[in-house]
């Protein structure tokens, strides 16, 4: 049995508001949380198969090129080496997120600095890494363009609307800034790893992946499979934050090793491979005007970029995704390009574009703030938009006023235009600052079944993956609320591509997808149940593994009887939000101390709201926002990708040099959730939280800057070098 | 990482030995060594395990103190007379690397911990001091974290450790057993070297020396400070830092023993800051002309020009921190 | 000499190039320790040796001969699980969870650095013990990188731990 949905159109019910078990929302703790801190919980590269080989992938130092020759005789003498494969089929490029095609291919023709052209497979680790080392791969090498700012850039997206240059002219209070962000890295801990296995008809691939009927599907395409001949699974995933979206290359290699040689094969990237050859987060130039009259009201609103990919890449990092809709402004310009250089792959780092996007518009408005005299809390208040400003769509739902008004309050937030340098404690300067948050919502085709099973508990199965986002917990929530039963009776399994097809875990698409397709299933469930009482399902009461309605009571496995009861879910987005704007919206407070010697700043402690549709589990969507705001600081304060500009490698490509934050980075952070309901966003009224949390928080650091010490830095992150470099004299 | 032979030493005359071989190192805590040899910059033939050698120890020598080579940097900075007698010593060590790393690295290795230039760690990249004669990608490249002063055309790499900073500022001697049994002893000021046209040389051991210990003089007291300026509040490299003995009588420097950190290829230590400041009254522009002589010969390379006025600033921070300047 | 890891004795590796890391991952099986980095850059390897954390990865196993290793699967298990394994899932202290089993080895052995009395760079007085403020705990827990950002978190579940065993 199935239920499918093609949401057309909002969904009002509120199922969840009526069932009555109360799990849904509740901050129940995850379900797989002792495997996780116990060390039983397994991620790819730690399956047992007997006769494993190792594979260590091989890089070229050349930035664009193509391989003319490998000497295999030399490493293939060495002790303990069985192969070296630089089969065509494997890839140059990580696929883009839900490409469901091969990426590039062959990987011999070289298109960035590092690129795995060649796999060297042996008897152990060391003899793999080893070897791979010493691999001698002759290249012809060709020059590339390697700076954005040195190539003429394509136009990628560009809206009109009015005459800017016009409002620009004619404002009483304008900002016209130019801010830059450099390069980011997903840098998940898990390296990227595949153990793949080959039985000469299937193919299994334990691997570390975010989006598994995808992945399946470029990986079967890359390979030349079919996709029934492929199965992945990705139970536990070390974080993926974008870099595992889509397969990337030392899962087709590993697929292709286990082909050639029969036996098991493992491949896991170096640290340094995973810097080198996954997908970035694009650097950006970035252009922010707004004109506005004399009470801060915005009459022009202006956001160009540019960003940069590879040739032949069709992403470019949406960094305006959230400038359409977020401030009013009749007389619009929005502009993005993309410069074609040879970097690794530009991708999908946790947020695109938002991530970079939101902090340079909240920057500009904390400018306008102090040049209209007016609050920074009170101008953005001031600017919400009525309706979409460029399409002129209602919003489905939009919390941001409340979360301005009520994170101001938890935080303590000084209502006053600001001047800045006004606290001192010793050597520091001590400033507070805010942004407005918001990420654009989305909804992906999603499967699920939830089976029922003789006794009362359940089962709830798909290829969904939880990298660390809580959907163990959240899926098990969905389907205790709907059947009424306790999380505890319910199996959630997850990341395996024999289960239905869910979502993926990518672009906070996730909990409302999969989350409504569980709910569907359990929809359907539902009315079996109440077939088999002969009642409506609407007179269904489930709770606590009991079934009541208006004439008696029965409890759910008396019901059920010996037989199993099972239900596939079918969620699909439709035209439910074509007629409206959806996102989620949030504001970040910050307090910063800023070294009047050094320009060192640490953040002192920070608040963030955020309103995002229904709640699935308050204790898991905290810890999201947290992360986010975690993002921030290291977005803000550390973060960037240093790209030699000679032969444009990645210098600092490890963990010691690439600075994401350590907890002493990390201040007391105080999280505060809106509950929302969105009709129109999904079925479960829930929208994304995945990302939101780091949708403008940069920015808030960055105003805390200027209000403790005086500093407009206008280039990310800002290192001591760039605050004292614009901190004013004493 | 390649294959070596492994050898234990039992006794320090036959790590000396083995150390002799040009294609031998030392294995102690390990923390710089394997991290180098798993990036293959390190291919030593032979590795000599001397983590058990009896070089543990932190024993009082005359009026000042013995730290043992494998006395570890833990161990160093929660000693309780290191605390109250070289507060800048334990300050130095616990602002480097983390309690995982600190545990296990010691006293000898961390003076001869390797620069962390993106270059010598990349073995696809240029770098004199990995491979004399191939070239340094860090003077056009990426030099955000390199030396400012005492660089050289070859190399512009910097010391990355905290702990040898403050040795610098202490003037604490290094004890060295040779080949032939003998010892010798140099003073932490002249260990390292500047890199000049034999940047493969980051110190003064010879093949065959191996670091026994670290002699620090009899405690001075005064005002001790460690200050490290890092692009995160903790776990990494310093971009600049300051290790300061500082003491004070009527308003007046008795003493100024300063290093600084990140700023060169050795722990710098220049002998005419303490004799511009020691008997002069602690100001702003005293402490800018502490900085003139510091800096009169640095050089930037693009991206690291920061580091001049940044050490200028964190100079001037330090001493007013401890003479009480601004406060 | 064998190497113990949680009381079980395991012979050196043939090859000396074998890491602490590897060798419990892959000889001895025990796959909770995690590799981030290989590099001592992550702490996802942190294990203690002789009751004190250390990063595995930079750690040659056959050095390790005589020692004592204790892994996350020696702090608890899921039948038995130490309070900082059941502190971190109530204060939902990861996310992922590839770095948490090396950040419950550096929370297990702060606790035991903190009330031995050693300092860090958060310790305001050299000359006295060091308190178990939330600097010293963020300040300690700093050679543990957690990309989820847990680590607000972490230091509740720590203090959790820390403050039910006072």
Known sequence: ?730 | MRPFDYQRAERLEHASQLAADADTLPLAGGTNLVDLMKLEVETPQTLVDISRLPLRSIAEEGAGLRIGALVTNTATAADPRVRADYPVLARAILAGASQQLRNRATTGGNLCQRTRCYYFTNIDQPCNKREPGSGCGAIEGIARIHAVLGTSPHCIATYPGDMAVALAALDARVEIARENGSSRSVPVRDFHRLPGDTPERDNVLEPGEIITAVTLPAPVGGTQLYRKVRERSSYAFALCSVAALVALEDNRFTRADLAFGGLAHKPWHDPRIAELLVGSEPSLALFDRAADLLLEGAQGYGENDFKIPLARRTLAAVLCEASGVGA | MPIAINGEDYPLPADPRTSLLDFIRREAGLTGTKKGCDHGQCGACTVLVGGVRINSCLSLAVTNDGEEVTTIEGLGTLAAPAAMQMAFVAQDAFQCGYCTPGQICSATALLEEVAAGWPSDATADLGAAPELTDEEIRERMSGNLCRCGAYANILAAIREVAEEAA
């Open chain 1, 1 to 730: 049995m199935s239920v499918h949905l093609k949401q057309d159109r909002p969904d009002t019910r509120n199922v969840l508001d009526k069932t009555r078990q109360g799990v849904i929302g509740a901050p129940l703790p995850r379900p797989e949380g002792l495997l996780k801190t116990t060390g039983t919980a397994t991620y790819a590269a730690e399956y047992a198969a007997e006769g494993c080989l190792e594979g260590v992938l091989v890089t070229v130092p050349v930035v664009r090129g193509a391989v003319t020759a490998i000497d295999e005789e030399q490493v293939r003498a060495m002790p303990g080496v069985v192969a070296v494969l630089s089969d065509k089929r494997m890839t140059g490029r990580p696929a883009q997120g839900m490409a469901g095609e091969a990426p590039f291919q062959p990987a011999q023709e070289v298109c960035y600095w590092g690129q795995p052209v060649a796999l060297v497979v042996a008897q152990s680790f060391e003899q793999a890494r080893d070897a791979a080392k010493r691999l001698v791969v002759e290249c012809r090498g060709e020059d590339a363009p390697l700076d954005p700012a040195a190539v003429d850039a394509e136009e990628s997206e560009s809206t009109r609307q009015g005459d800017l240059a016009h409002a620009m002219a004619e404002a009483a209070h304008s900002v016209d800034i130019t801010v830059t962000t450099e390069g980011h890295a997903s840098a998940a801990m898990e390296p990227h790893a595949a153990l793949a296995q080959w039985d000469g008809e299937r193919l299994t691939v334990h691997a570390s992946l975010q989006m598994l009927k995808f992945n399946r599907a470029e990986l079967a395409d890359s390979l030349g499979l079919e996709q029934d001949q492929v199965r992945l699974l990705s139970p536990y995933v070390g974080g993926g934050f974008g870099s595992k979206l889509g397969v990337s290359q030392e899962v087709v290699a590993a697929a292709l090793a286990a082909m050639q040689l029969g036996r098991p094969v493992r491949v896991v990237m170096s640290r340094q491979q995973v810097f080198q050859v996954v997908e970035r987060r694009s650097e950006t130039h970035q252009r922010v005007r707004l004109a506005a009259d004399a009470q801060g009201r915005l009459t022009g609103f202006g956001h160009e970029a540019r960003v940069s990919n590879l040739p032949g890449e069709s992403f470019a990092e949406p960094v305006l995704q959230s400038s359409h809709l977020l401030y009013a402004g009749d007389n619009r310009l929005l502009r993005l390009e993309v410069a074609r250089i040879h970097r690794m792959t530009a991708g999908s780092v946790r947020a695109p574009g938002e991530a970079v996007g939101v902090q340079t518009v909240e920057q500009a408005m904390d400018m306008l703030a102090a040049k209209a005299g007016i609050d920074p809390v009170e101008l953005r208040l001031r600017n919400l938009p009525d309706k979409h400003p460029e399409n002129g769509k209602a919003f489905s739902s939009r919390k941001l006023a409340e979360c301005l008004e009520r994170g101001a309050a938890a935080f303590g937030w000084e209502e006053r235009p600001r001047a800045p340098r006004h606290t001192r404690e010793g050597e520091w300067w001590i400033g507070t600052g805010m942004a407005s948050a918001a990420r654009v919502h989305s909804v992906v085709e999603a499967k699920a079944r939830v089976t029922l099973r003789p006794g009362g508990t359940a089962l709830v199965e798909t290829d969904m993956t939880d990298i660390g986002t809580g959907t163990y917990a959240i899926l098990g929530q969905v389907a205790g609320e709907m059947l009424g039963l306790a999380p505890a009776d319910i199996e959630v399994r997850l990341g395996d591509t024999e289960l239905p097809p869910g979502s993926g875990s990518g672009g906070s698409v996730g909990a409302a997808s999969c989350g409504s397709a569980v709910f569907l299933a359990c929809e359907g469930l539902r009315r079996k149940l109440a077939e088999r009482l002969g009642i409506n399902s609407d007179d269904l009461t489930l709770k606590d593994g009991f079934v009541r309605w208006s004439g008696g009571e029965k409890a759910l496995p008396e019901l059920l009887g010996n037989a199993p009861l099972d239900c596939v879910g079918h969620f699909e987005p439709g035209d439910s939000t074509q007629d409206l704007a959806v996102s989620s919206f949030g504001a970040f407070f910050a307090e910063v101390a800023v070294n009047r010697w050094t320009g060192e700043t640490r953040v002192r402690r920070m608040t963030g709201a955020f309103g995002f549709g229904r709640v699935l589990n308050a204790r898991t969507a905290r810890s999201q926002c947290l992360g986010g705001m975690t993002w921030c600081i290291g977005n803000a304060l550390t973060e960037s990708l240093l790209f030699d500009p000679v032969d444009g490698h990645l210098a600092n490509c490890d963990l010691a040099e690439y600075h994401v934050p350590v907890n002493r980075d990390v201040p007391d952070c105080e999280v505060l959730l809106l509950e929302e309901r969105d009709a129109a966003a999904s079925p479960i009224q829930a929208k994304g939280v995945g990302e939101l949390g780091l949708c403008g928080g940069a920015g808030a650091i960055a105003n805390a800057i200027h209000d403790a010490c005086g500093a407009r830095v206008f280039a990310y992150p800002m290192t001591p070098d760039r605050v004292l470099a614009a901190m004013p004299e004493g």
